[in-house]
């Protein structure tokens, strides 16, 4: 079994900053990519950034600039730092894993967090 656990979000003013962790655990021989995505009301999910095991990292235009995505390979953990929030990024978001285990790599998705940014 593998769990992947968000954590960290809440309700912030426009312009403030929290900071999301995803923790993977279970029966892992290791991590790949990991990844947040997000989905707002009556939106499709959508990439947010993500980040390899080797540390390469991708974000989407609208967080450019304002977000950070880090990892703790060794705790098996991902972070999203996220500044300068606009209420436009109100949305729930999801933690992605790619877990090697013994029989094949397969991806895991976290039970989401929400995030509301007030103007």
């Known amino acids: 079994q593998v769990q992947v656990v968000e954590s960290g979000g809440g309700l912030v003013q426009a312009g403030g900053s929290l900071k999301l962790s995803c923790a993977a655990s279970g029966s892992i021989f290791s991590v790949n990519a990991m990844g947040w995505y997000r989905q707002a009301p009556g939106k499709q999910r959508e990439l947010v950034a993500v980040?390899?095991?080797?540390?390469?990292?991708n974000y989407a235009d609208s967080v450019k600039g304002r977000f950070t995505i880090s990892r703790d390979n060794a705790k098996n953990t991902v972070y999203l730092q996220m500044n300068s929030l606009k209420p436009e990024d109100t949305a729930v978001y999801y933690c992605?894993?790619?877990?090697?285990?013994?029989?094949?790599?397969?991806?895991?998705w976290g039970q989401g967090t929400q995030v509301t940014v007030s103007s």
């Open positions: 992605n894993a790619h877990v090697r285990r013994s029989s094949g790599t397969y991806s895991y």
């Open positions: 980040i390899t095991n080797g540390g390469s990292t």
